[in-house]
């Protein structure tokens, strides 16, 4: 048993060390998606909601290449935001603490931005792209201090926000794929 766990152990650390493409979910304290619950101010109006959509959002870390697919309005199957979308960004928390109730400043503007296409329409909008990160950004990213802001010009705050949080299925696969090929090589 003891051999079986530090092989599991082994095959996870080398497949996370390997190059992987990683789904990322939209989570904040009131659920799942770009919703007005998850914003740390309030929200004026009927605010709408938003998720992925097409591939979601997924990030290569060897590339360090995010790519943002999430959409908000009745057209898309979510609910209408309380006007056009004034802005949208990436925000970066800079302070410990809980992610999920701390506000950040943009580090990757959405808003004539070359790489992404900002759809601002309230009820079919759409933010579409992809963009190499920094280290530190990367490094926010796995520690979940990122999510995607929608604001509107009732909302200048936010109206709908998630963060970006690795799926934890993600690794798992990762690890068991590894210790099976691991352990394929061993019997050989």
């Not at 766990?5 to 659920?31: E, N, P, R, Y």
């Not at 990213?141 to 998630?162: F, K, S, V, W």
Request: aromatic share 6%; glycine share 12%.
């Amino acid at each position: 048993m003891k051999t079986f766990i530090a092989l599991t152990f082994l095959a996870v650390t080398v497949c996370a060390s390997q190059a992987a493409v990683l789904q990322i979910d939209l989570l904040g304290k009131a659920g799942p998606g770009l919703i007005s619950g998850n914003e740390t101010n309030p929200i004026t109006g009927s605010p709408g909601t938003g998720g992925e959509f097409l591939g979601g959002i997924t990030f290569d870390n060897v590339s360090n290449l995010l790519t943002v697919n999430v959409a908000w309005g009745s057209t898309n199957g979510f609910t209408n935001l309380s006007g056009t979308a004034s802005a949208g960004h990436i925000h970066l928390i800079t302070v410990a603490g809980d992610p999920f109730n701390t506000a950040g400043s943009p580090t990757i503007d959405f808003t004539g931005n070359p790489n992404f296409v900002f759809n601002t329409s309230a009820s079919a909008g759409s933010v579409t792209g992809s963009q190499v990160l920094t280290a530190a950004q990367a490094t926010a990213l796995d520690q979940r201090r990122l999510y995607i802001n929608i604001h509107t010009q009732t909302n200048a705050a936010g109206e709908i926000r998630g963060n970006l949080v690795p799926e934890p299925s993600t690794f798992l696969a990762l690890g068991l794929a590894g210790l099976g090929t691991f352990l394929r090589r061993r019997r050989a």
